[in-house]
């Protein structure tokens, strides 16, 4: 008997990617996807705990789900509940607590036990806990996946982390580094290239610290699994994330000088640009070291564009520590970034600190932040204007006609056409000529193919790659 399975993913790219593999895991079992809680028979939340806001929602979420569930019962059926991720990790027995309408809580180590657990717990009353790190690697006890991702899609190729920055959970909530072999990720990305990918994205919390075992018997870093990737056949764009400036090495500088496929694109985050601030991060780099690094990178790749992480007012953060924070992003020049006011994360060391900078603090130093790194965004989408670039296309837009895609830059980029033309066009890379830069997405028109060429069968030859 077919049952309804929604399942609602909060944080980073390595949740989407572990929710695509829960509903493969459940596909055997009877789950198929659905896209609401609404007569779900199961929900899952798979949950973020960078942030204290990210973990909050959690349990709003929550209560609207008790809600439902107490209806579907009164109606005779069963919903289960079950909240996967970095919060349940974290604070299982605390969710269990909190929220009794809960039936499962299992953490990010744990998917591939989910047919266990749910036998466990239609069973059973009460809810079922696991927040174990298994000897034995996920990774090896997964099904194929299933899930057509379209034509772009992401493969988790390291977890975890030991880098234990002071602020930070996820080596906690994710354990320590794990690199999967170089064969099982190659096969992977021939799978997800032959159900339909252009694009593959490579994810790790700490994706340039990749080592797998290479069949060679050797360790392979990251640059030298992109290369054996770029080799893939069909697959056209290849971008990794999130990197960690003290993995940035030759190997990888060397990929983005001589790898065409691979985006010139970078998601680096440096999180402060004053030495004594990523000193108490425990970074393990200096805001000089991030420069040069910067600086090779460009040489390699001149074209490259930058983005990053930022996290203002962290403890002991002084105006002067601030100040070297906005230098250090006039120096570099971001395409985009992300910031932050600093969360104090329950057992983590700087949550102890006893210099905690104030919210108001907080809030005038991130707006000023955000100030300049919008700046930036504009200067960089304006900059896109006149250019022609290729643009993979793979969501409709939220007007009539428009379809949506990605520049090499990761910048968002909106065309407009017939609307019959917009389905066709999904997993499209085409030619886009850019008219206008806006701040945080471009304007353009297709290059070299009319609308009529399109909406036609008879296609144009830079309209080979679209699916009818
Ligand atoms: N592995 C990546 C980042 C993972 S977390 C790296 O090392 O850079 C994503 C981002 O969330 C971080 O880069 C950081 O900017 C932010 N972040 C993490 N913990 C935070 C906290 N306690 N408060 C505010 N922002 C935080
Ligand atoms: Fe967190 Fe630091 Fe590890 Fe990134 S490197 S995941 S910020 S501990
Ligand atoms: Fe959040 Fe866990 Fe990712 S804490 S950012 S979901 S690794």
């Known amino acids: 008997m077919q049952k309804k399975l929604f399942i609602k993913t909060y944080g980073c790219q390595m949740n989407v990617y572990d929710s695509h593999r829960m509903s493969d895991v459940l596909a055997p079992l009877g789950y198929m996807p659905w896209p609401s809680s609404q007569d779900a028979d199961m929900v899952i939340l798979n949950t973020c705990h960078i942030r204290e806001k990210a973990a909050e929602k959690v349990f709003s979420e929550l209560g609207r789900l008790k809600a439902q569930k107490e209806l579907r019962a009164r109606q005779g059926g069963r919903m289960i509940i079950a909240v996967a991720g970095c919060v349940a990790q974290a604070e299982g027995a605390e969710v269990l607590r909190r929220a009794p309408q809960v039936d499962m809580v299992f953490g990010p180590q744990t998917y591939h036990r989910l047919p266990e657990l749910v036998a466990r717990s239609l069973r059973g009353s009460g809810g079922v806990l696991d927040t174990d790190f298994p000897l034995e690697s996920k990774f090896d006890h997964l099904p194929e996946e299933s899930h057509r991702q379209g034509p772009t899609a992401f493969l988790s190729v390291q977890e975890g982390c030991d880098k234990f920055c002071t602020f930070c959970v996820v080596p906690y909530t994710r354990g320590s580094e794990y690199s999967r072999p170089v064969a099982d990720v190659v096969a992977e990305a021939e799978r997800l290239v032959a159900g339909g990918a252009l694009e593959l994205t490579l994810l790790g919390q700490n994706v340039n610290a990749y080592h797998g075992a290479g069949a060679d018997g050797k360790v392979w870093g990251l640059g030298r699994l992109l290369r054996r990737i770029c080799e893939i056949d069909g697959l056209r764009r290849l971008r990794y994330t999130t990197s960690h400036p003290r993995d940035v090495d030759d190997e990888l500088i060397a990929a983005h000088a001589v790898e065409s496929k691979l985006m010139p694109y970078l998601h680096l985050p440096v999180q402060s640009g004053s030495d004594r601030i990523l000193e108490a991060m425990n970074r393990g780099h200096s805001a000089e070291d991030y420069r040069r690094i910067v600086e090779r990178l460009r040489n390699a790749a001149p074209d490259l564009a930058l983005s990053s992480d930022f996290i203002v007012g962290f403890p002991g953060e002084s105006a ?30 700087a949550s102890l600190a006893e210099t905690q900078v104030s919210e108001a603090d907080k809030s005038e130093r991130l707006a000023s932040l955000q100030m300049l790194l919008g700046e930036q965004q504009i200067a960089f989408n304006r900059a896109s204007e006149g250019r022609e670039m290729m643009v993979l296309f793979d969501a409709p837009g939220r007007k009539p006609g428009q379809i949506v895609g990605r520049s090499p830059h990761m910048q968002s980029v909106h065309v407009t056409v017939p609307v019959p033309a917009v389905p066709r066009l999904r997993g499209a890379l085409l030619p886009v000529h850019i008219e206008t830069g806006h701040p945080n997405s471009l304007a353009g028109r297709l ?19 679209v699916p009818a």
Not at 447 to 465: F, H, K, M, V
């Open 320 to 349: 002067a520590d601030f100040a070297a924070t906005l230098r250090l992003v006039t120096d570099i020049g971001y395409a985009q970034a992300y910031s932050f006011k600093y969360s104090p994360r329950p057992g983590t060391p």
């Open 447 to 465: 290059e070299l193919c009319d609308a009529g060429a399109i909406l036609s069968d008879n296609r144009c030859p830079q309209t080979l790659g």
